[in-house]
């Protein structure tokens, strides 16, 4: 067999690994790991259940993490039939910002007994948004002080990023922030433990943190500013040490080959993002071409030759996606996790019971329906916010919006408007940039949508009026991971010395396109222009309507959880 390495995707609800030939590409062996404890946004596991979590928190647990390197590394490579003397490499990327505090030596806070009951103990996943007032505070300080980097971010850092997330720690549980004598990204958490080397990445520092190749990370002035307590983060529970993706982070430990059945010493690559990971694996490392990584929420990425200013963008780092280009990144906090909420809290148990009789997923039944209508027929027109806005309006205290419903209305009409509300945030994300000056040629799409629902790929195709390719692999992220991994072997391994080199052999496209359909465009232009009315209405201050309810739902909550 030729030599192959391993990619492993750390998503939100579970994690995923790829065994992929370094010759061409071919994925050998795949396996997922489902996560035991999921997401953790109403009570912490048992046997600590009665520990009841305020609004606006999502916790994971690391022990799903470990079981994921566990279970699924030896099951891809076992589907793959190959065997550890088979493997030059791995590599890992994880959605960001996900963040833990641990001890010196790695130990994750929430396996300390005395503070499994601590919630600030675990993990912080990606759309926790409770940080929401420690990043309105990151923002006005910053302002304040005429922070140079802020422009980098668009203008406003999001609750979903690193340091709201610390600085939340601090202010709400001291104690667990003393104990903390390191706070990391779950990315490097992993790495860690795959190596025994605490190894900082520069993607989700770069994106995720606020820290720059050139400028480093900001001021212990501006730090000290947030909170006294606060000034010394960087130096006393961070590094400034970052390493450039695409570089080895050491050899496995004898631990970990022990955890995964891979051999001690197989090169390790620093960890990554799982969207901007994807890029290489989709092709999509050219100036021009946004690569849509969509799933549960959609991130874009985007390379380009020039720094521009994006209002609303969720950053641009140098060499952040591929070295010798600046990446760009923007992002909706909710796409496919807005489709599993309508189907699993507002449809009919009848639909259900269709595509049970049908042996479908009720997607499917859904699809099929949503299919037969024209666009503009359900007079329905949606916000997608119902996890917030990430791009462009960063703001967690968003609430989704469905506007038109009669007695009339149908699920199926339903479905349709949600799916149309996010490729119209897709288009709001894609007109910003271009009013920039960063131009956007061909898009790309990978994730797990693009391959499942063909329908929501058309409409998005029709609202963009451009052509969508898709990614060969449904696995992007992983293969992407498997990609940095063949680069941290090196071509002595049996790797590659470059990410281009890499991604040339062991990346690809698939054969479907998505073309515009030129009627469809012409209605959803207008529809658009109402959605980006009720975008801008509710979005930048001339109705607080959303706010004012999220502020009157987070009372009313907290009163009930104090009296129960």
Do not use: K, Q
């Given at each position: 067999?030729?030599?192959?390495?391993?990619?492993?995707?750390?998503?939100?609800?579970?994690?995923?690994?790829?065994?992929?030939?370094?010759?061409?590409?071919a994925e050998r062996g795949t396996a997922v790991f489902a996560y035991r404890n999921g997401v953790i946004d109403e009570r912490l596991p048992a046997?600590?259940?009665?520990?009841?979590?305020?609004?606006?928190?999502?916790?994971q647990d690391p022990a799903d993490y470990l079981g994921a390197l566990q279970r699924a590394v030896p099951e891809a490579l076992a589907a793959a039939g190959a065997t550890a003397d088979d493997v030059i490499g791995i590599g890992i990327d994880f959605t960001a910002c996900t963040m833990l505090p641990t001890t010196a030596d790695g130990t994750p806070l929430c396996f300390v007994d005395d503070l499994r009951r601590e919630p600030h103990a675990w993990v912080k996943l990606w759309k926790h948004h409770a940080a929401q007032p420690e990043a309105d505070l990151v923002n006005a300080v910053a302002a304040e002080l005429g922070e140079p980097w802020l422009d980098r971010y668009g203008g406003k850092i999001s609750s979903e990023w690193f340091f709201p997330k610390a600085l939340q720690i601090l202010r709400e549980a001291p104690h667990v922030y003393d104990r903390a004598e390191r706070l990391v990204e779950a990315a490097d958490w992993i790495v860690w433990q795959l190596t025994g080397v605490e190894t900082r990445n520069s993607c989700t520092a770069g994106y995720k943190a606020m820290w720059s190749k050139e400028a480093g990370f900001p001021s212990e002035t501006y730090f000290a500013a947030l909170d006294p307590r606060f000034a010394d983060v960087v130096d006393t529970r961070m590094t400034r040490t970052i390493t450039p993706i695409g570089r080895s982070a050491g050899g496995l430990s004898q631990a970990a080959a022990t955890l995964t059945g891979l051999n001690p010493g197989t090169a390790?690559?620093?960890?990554?993002?799982?969207?901007?990971?994807?890029?290489?694996?989709a092709l999509a490392t050219e100036p021009g071409t946004m690569l849509m990584i969509m799933g549960t929420s959609t991130c874009h990425i985007l390379v380009g030759t020039h720094e521009a200013i994006v209002g609303g963008m969720c950053g641009v780092v140098?060499?952040?996606?591929?070295?010798?280009?600046?990446g760009y990144e923007a992002g909706q906090s909710a796409v496919g996790?807005?489709?599993?909420?309508?189907?699993?809290?507002?449809?009919?148990?009848?639909?259900?019971?269709?595509a049970a009789a049908k042996g479908v997923d009720v997607h499917t039944v859904l699809m099929e329906q949503a299919a037969a209508l024209r666009p503009g027929e359900s007079g329905l027109v949606a916000l997608d916010w119902w996890n917030g806005n990430r791009s462009v309006l960063v703001d967690a205290e968003l609430r989704g919006l469905l506007l038109g419903m009669t007695l009339a209305t149908?699920?199926?009409?339903?479905?349709?408007?949600?799916?149309?509300?996010?490729?119209?945030g897709t288009r709001t994300i894609v007109e910003a940039f271009e009013a920039a000056g960063v131009e956007v040629t061909d898009l790309v799409a990978?994730?797990?949508?693009?391959?499942?629902?063909?329908?929501l790929m058309q409409i998005y195709a029709d609202v963009l009026g451009r052509e969508i390719a898709v990614a060969s692999s449904a696995q992007t992220p992983a293969l992407g991971s498997a990609i940095f991994a063949a680069v941290a072997a090196g071509s002595a391994a049996g790797g590659f010395d470059t990410i281009d080199a890499a991604a040339a052999r062991m990346g690809g496209r698939?054969?479907?396109?998505?073309?515009?359909?030129?009627?469809?465009?012409?209605?959803?232009?207008?529809?658009?222009?109402?959605?980006?009315?009720?975008?801008?209405?509710?979005?930048?201050?001339?109705?607080?309507?959303?706010?004012r309810l999220a502020g009157i739902s987070r009372r009313a909550r907290e009163t009930r959880l104090v009296r129960s």
């Open positions: 067999m030729s030599p192959v390495t391993i990619g492993v995707d750390f998503g939100t609800e579970s994690a995923r690994a790829v065994v992929v030939d370094c010759a061409n590409g046997p600590n259940s009665d520990v009841v979590l305020e609004p606006d928190w999502a916790l390790v690559a620093v960890a990554n993002v799982d969207a901007h990971v994807s890029a290489p694996a140098e060499d952040g996606v591929v070295p010798g280009f600046l996790d807005i489709f599993a909420w309508f189907t699993e809290r507002c449809l009919p148990p009848g639909y259900h019971d269709s149908r699920p199926a009409e339903i479905y349709r408007a949600l799916i149309e509300a996010t490729a119209f990978c994730g797990g949508l693009p391959f499942r629902n063909p329908l698939g054969a479907t396109a998505f073309v515009p359909d030129a009627d469809a465009h012409e209605v959803y232009d207008e529809l658009f222009a109402e959605y980006s009315r009720l975008h801008d209405l509710f979005g930048r201050g001339g109705n607080d309507a959303m706010r």
